[in-house]
T-cell receptor, first 112, second 115 residues
């Protein structure tokens, strides 16, 4: 089946940029998403990108998509302690009725 | 916009009890709602997809008689865990979207603990 992979942990210092990476296998992906999950909470949609785009920027967040390499990244500029959370990458394949395939999640730790 | 409310946020009950979890889209009409299960320190596992007025589509390995899903209106879907047992203890999260080219928006989840 289709697969989405992420590194499990990332630690950065407050004020630095964070880059969270994700790779996927589904060549028919239509949309790719980034969600944030804080402890004990649901998922918060951060941003998403359509597969025919290379980049999307929204305030401190920049999403880069390399469709050839099936690589997605999320860059958080000026990372704050409140950004500490688990970040999930997810992809939606064509004709899958909206079914999302999630990565394992990357735990971002921001140190003051 | 795009707020999804899930209720209750936490349930603790005895083994054998049936538990109903509600998922509501507050400011949009959800054509499709999804139910996920998440184990500690793990990713989300899709359990089923439900479209308003239709029977839910369950993922392989998910018992439809155990996890009853009803999507009676465009703003409400319910998941009932029937005769719950300790192994059903988990974090259940719903999501909803208002069109086929729209992202899923998630509720805050329900922590279910079966004693």
């Amino acid at each position: 089946g289709e697969d989405v992979e992420q590194s499990l942990f990332l630690s950065v210092r407050e004020g630095d940029s964070s880059v969270i990476n994700c790779t996927y296998t589904d060549s028919s992906s239509t949309y790719l998403y980034w969600y944030k999950q804080e402890p004990g909470a649901g998922l918060q949609l951060l941003t998403y990108i359509f597969s025919n785009m290379d980049m999307k920027q929204d305030q401190r967040l920049t999403v880069l998509l390399n469709k050839k390499d099936k690589h997605l990244s999320l860059r958080i500029a000026d990372t704050q302690t409140g950004d500490s959370a688990i970040y999930f990458c997810a992809e939606e394949g064509l004709g899958q009725g909206g079914k999302l395939i999630f990565g394992q999640g990357t735990e971002l730790s921001v140190k003051p | 916009g795009a707020v999804v409310s899930q209720h209750p946020s936490r349930v603790i009950c005895k083994s054998g009890t049936s538990v109903k979890i509600e998922c509501r889209s507050l400011d949009f009409q959800a054509t499709t709602m999804f139910w996920y299960r998440q184990f500690p320190k793990q990713s989300l596992m899709l359990m089923a997809t439900s479209n308003e007025g239709s029977k839910a589509t369950y993922e392989q390995g998910v018992e439809k008689d155990k996890f009853l899903i009803n999507h009676a209106s465009l703003t409400l879907s319910t998941l009932t865990v029937t005769s719950a047992h300790p192994e059903d203890s988990s974090f259940y999260i719903c999501s909803a979207r208002f069109g086929s080219n729209q992202p899923q928006h998630f509720g805050d989840g329900t922590r279910l603990s079966i004693l």
